[in-house]
């Protein structure tokens, strides 16, 4: 009797520990009667009757990284590249990801693969390697959609790293070489048609500098001599009128200052250092007598004017 007992309490603990499913965070379990799927065990203790009850799957609802394989795709434009990527991926529905799809990670990898060689089959080299992102998003919706129906959501799709062969490496890198040397000749072209054009504007301004300038001397000389003229007029006027009121001492004046001009002359040619001529001192002194007389006539009778001889070194030769 006591052995029967013994042996029921250890069947019993045993179907107790049986019946006892603790599910980590993170995960759900899929529970199963007779092999068919009747509910989802949550995170926690789960009481489970054992024979007739089991765990079907353990399903991991976290957000998890699927390596794409590298592979070789061909270009729109036949060209060979390698292309690796990652899919981030997170299950929704434990029921569907366990039932739904054989193999879960394995389909995800199988239609990364395809819609990848697919979309940048469809794109020029040069767009592939400059449309990542675009690429990104195209194969998430792909994916995404497809996968939906298995309970799983598409998080992100990257491409890891495209590698072109050799010899469009190459080509690209002489390609890029000429590009740069195009523009760095671009701007030294506009740089100097710049520096010609700042030139000519300089040379420009100066000239019509130099052309007002010479406007603005050429009116000051013009208006110099007409001023000079003006005096010139208003003394032969004074003199004209002095000779129409019978003043010989006018006429004098008026000779006395030619012929003076006329020895000033004489005396500041750069042609000769000594000069020869006849004077006759009779006629200048009565030449200069004459300009005293009118001097005293136009300051009055109390003043007196000595005029002062200019000292002519005269010699009398052939």
């Given at each position: 009797?006591?052995?029967?007992?013994?042996?029921?309490?250890?069947?019993?603990?045993?179907?107790?520990?049986?019946?006892?499913?603790?599910?980590?965070?993170?995960?759900?379990?899929?529970?199963?009667?007779?092999?068919?799927?009747?509910?989802?065990?949550?995170?926690?203790?789960?009481?489970?009757?054992?024979?007739?009850?089991?765990?079907?799957r353990k399903i991991n609802m976290m957000e998890q990284v699927l390596d794409i394989p590298g592979q070789e795709i061909i270009t729109k434009?036949?060209?060979?590249?390698?292309?690796?990527?990652?899919?981030?991926?997170?299950?929704?529905?434990?029921?569907?990801?366990?039932?739904?799809?054989?193999?879960?990670?394995?389909?995800?990898?199988?239609?990364?693969?395809?819609?990848?060689?697919?979309?940048?089959?469809?794109?020029?080299?040069?767009?592939?390697?400059?449309?990542?992102?675009?690429?990104?998003?195209?194969?998430?919706?792909?994916?995404?959609?497809?996968?939906?129906?298995?309970?799983?959501?598409?998080?992100?799709?990257?491409?890891?790293?495209?590698?072109?062969?050799?010899?469009?490496?190459?080509?690209?890198?002489?390609?890029?070489?000429?590009?740069?040397?195009?523009?760095?000749?671009?701007?030294?072209?506009?740089?100097?048609?710049?520096?010609?054009?700042?030139?000519?504007?300089?040379?420009?301004?100066?000239?019509?500098?130099?052309?007002?300038?010479?406007?603005?001397?050429?009116?000051?000389?013009?208006?110099?001599?007409?001023?000079?003229?003006?005096?010139?007029?208003?003394?032969?006027?004074?003199?004209?009128?002095?000779?129409?009121?019978?003043?010989?001492?006018?006429?004098?004046?008026?000779?006395?200052?030619?012929?003076?001009?006329?020895?000033?002359?004489?005396?500041?040619?750069?042609?000769?250092?000594?000069?020869?001529?006849?004077?006759?001192?009779?006629?200048?002194?009565?030449?200069?007598?004459?300009?005293?007389?009118?001097?005293?006539?136009?300051?009055?009778?109390?003043?007196?004017?000595?005029?002062?001889?200019?000292?002519?070194?005269?010699?009398?030769?052939?």
């Amino acid at each position: 009797m006591l052995t029967f007992l013994i042996v029921f309490a250890v069947l019993a603990l045993i179907v107790a520990m049986m019946s006892i499913k603790i599910v980590s965070q993170g995960y759900r379990y899929t529970i199963e009667r007779f092999g068919k799927f009747v509910r989802v065990a949550e995170p926690g203790l789960n009481l489970v009757t054992p024979f007739i009850y089991r765990v079907g799957r353990k399903i991991n609802m976290m957000e998890q990284v699927l390596d794409i394989p590298g592979q070789e795709i061909i270009t729109k434009d036949n060209a060979m590249v390698a292309v690796d990527g990652v899919v981030f991926f997170q299950v929704l529905d434990a029921a569907k990801a366990a039932y739904e799809v054989s193999d879960l990670y394995l389909a995800i990898m199988a239609l990364s693969t395809t819609n990848l060689r697919t979309v940048m089959g469809s794109m020029d080299l040069d767009e592939t390697l400059s449309k990542r992102d675009e690429i990104n998003a195209r194969l998430l919706v792909v994916v995404d959609q497809a996968t939906e129906s298995w309970g799983v959501k598409i998080t992100r799709v990257e491409l890891k790293d495209i590698r072109p062969p050799a010899d469009i490496v190459n080509a690209m890198t002489r390609q890029m070489k000429a590009e740069r040397e195009k523009r760095a000749s671009i701007l030294e072209a506009e740089g100097s048609r710049a520096s010609a054009i700042l030139r000519a504007e300089g040379a420009k301004q100066a000239v019509i500098l130099s052309a007002e300038g010479m406007k603005e001397a050429a009116f000051r000389e013009a208006e110099a001599r007409e001023r000079s003229a003006q005096a010139e007029a208003n003394a032969t006027k004074s003199v004209s009128d002095a000779i129409d009121n019978g003043s010989v001492q006018a006429i004098n004046y008026f000779i006395a200052q030619k012929y003076v001009e006329a020895i000033g002359m004489f005396a500041t040619s750069p042609n000769a250092k000594t000069i020869l001529f006849p004077v006759e001192a009779t006629q200048l002194m009565g030449t200069l007598g004459g300009i005293g007389e009118l001097a005293r006539e136009a300051l009055g009778k109390n003043a007196e004017v000595v005029p002062s001889v200019p000292r002519v070194d005269s010699k009398k030769g052939e």
